[in-house]
């Protein structure tokens, strides 16, 4: 599967973003996906998850309640809900494929990233 993300820009803090990841191919529903973010100089930070029917997702503690992660089988796109953004939201964001392992951080395909700033 490949991956494109986008969405990502310059926000102030409070303020919400949605990014997208469109997947190629015919079996993205076949596929547990994820969302990372990265700072330069920083090990990349899980984000959130969701199963591949979307009926089961989970959240890193610093994102909790303010983004929420979903997808659209039918259209191939998973989705990065962002509300409330703080300055320490500002990074990389790359979504992530994998058909295994709901519940581990390892992930197999990775989209090319798309840049999320919050300015204070």
């Known amino acids: 599967v490949q991956l494109q993300a986008s969405g990502g820009g310059l926000v102030q803090a409070g303020g919400s973003l949605r990014l997208s990841c469109a997947a190629s191919?015919?079996?993205?529903?076949?596929?547990?996906m994820g969302w990372f973010r990265q700072v330069p100089g920083k090990e990349r930070e899980f984000v959130a998850a969701?199963?591949?029917?979307?009926?089961?997702?989970y959240y890193a503690d610093t994102v909790k309640g303010r983004f929420t992660i979903s997808r659209d089988n039918a259209k191939n796109t998973l989705y990065l809900q962002m509300n409330n953004l703080k300055p320490e939201d500002t990074a990389v964001y790359y979504c992530?494929?994998?058909?295994?392992?709901?519940?581990?951080?390892?992930?197999?395909?990775w989209g090319q990233g798309t840049q999320v700033t919050v300015s204070s």
């Open positions: 191919g015919r079996t993205f529903s076949s596929y547990h």
């Open positions: 969701i199963s591949w029917s979307g009926g089961s997702t």
């Open positions: 992530a494929a994998k058909q295994t392992d709901y519940g581990t951080m390892k992930y197999d395909y």
